[in-house]
Each structure stands twice: as structure tokens, then as C-alpha cells.
């Protein structure tokens, strides 16, 4: 079982910055794969960036070169590193966690296991 905390949400200008924090609580963190998606308004839930559990990443098309995710397994946390933002970013951010079992990453929410409760993220024009 992994619970997720995610942190760092908040009001931002178009054009600043934000870091996302995600905090798993279980062991082996650094065998799971993880995830953030982002929810607007009235919309459907969507991939942002995702990293395996080697270290492998993938981004939405949305927030390539503009967003990047890492983690520390020391700390059994995972970032996201959001530069440039713009109002369509705005939503709230979830992080999601799977185990990890492939060497490339999961871009697909259905796949994911286990969520946080989301941050909010709203980017001003």
C-alpha cells in the first residue's frame, strides 16, 4: 500500500514558476513508477509527465520543455518543476504510483494504483 501527499500548489502569474512536491509513504519507493495528471474544470483528467522507477521520463506535449519531473528515492519523493506557466495549466495536479515493471513510462492513468488528493495549481493572466 502507498499513500501520496502532493504539496507546492498555488497562485502564479502567467509566465512563473511553481515546484510540485509528491511524498509516498511504504517501502521500495524506488520500485514504482510514477505519475502526475492535472484536472481543469469540466474536463477530463490528463497525463502531464511521468518517471519509471529507472529513471525515465515522458511528457505531455502540452508542457514539453516547459515542465520537468524528477525524483529522489532517498526521500521517497517526486517533483514536478513547472517554468513558464500559462493559464491552461491551471487545474488541480495529482500524483498517481504504480509498481513498476516495464523500462519505459506509464502514461496512461488507468494503470495507475494509487493517488494523492491533488494540489491546485491556477495561473493567472
Known amino acids: 500500500q502507498v499513500q501520496l501527499v502532493e504539496s507546492g500548489g498555488g497562485l502564479v502569474q502567467a509566465g512563473g514558476s511553481l515546484r510540485l512536491f509528491c511524498i509516498a509513504s511504504?517501502?521500495?519507493?524506488?520500485?514504482?513508477?510514477m505519475g502526475w495528471f492535472r484536472q481543469a474544470p469540466g474536463k477530463e483528467r490528463e497525463f502531464v509527465a511521468a518517471?519509471?522507477?529507472?529513471?525515465?521520463?515522458a511528457y505531455a506535449d502540452s508542457v514539453k520543455g516547459r515542465f520537468t519531473i524528477s525524483r529522489d528515492n532517498a526521500k521517497n519523493m517526486v517533483y514536478l518543476q513547472m517554468n513558464s506557466l500559462k493559464p491552461e495549466d491551471t487545474a488541480v495536479y495529482y500524483c498517481?504510483?504504480?509498481?513498476?515493471?516495464?523500462?519505459?513510462?506509464?502514461?496512461?492513468?488507468?494503470?495507475?494504483?494509487?493517488w494523492g488528493q491533488g494540489t491546485q495549481v491556477t495561473v493567472s493572466s
Open positions: 518517471i519509471n522507477w529507472s529513471g525515465n521520463t
Open positions: 498517481a504510483a504504480k509498481w513498476g515493471t516495464r523500462n519505459i513510462p506509464v502514461i496512461a492513468s488507468y494503470e495507475y494504483d494509487y
Open positions: 511504504g517501502r521500495a519507493f524506488s520500485s514504482y513508477d
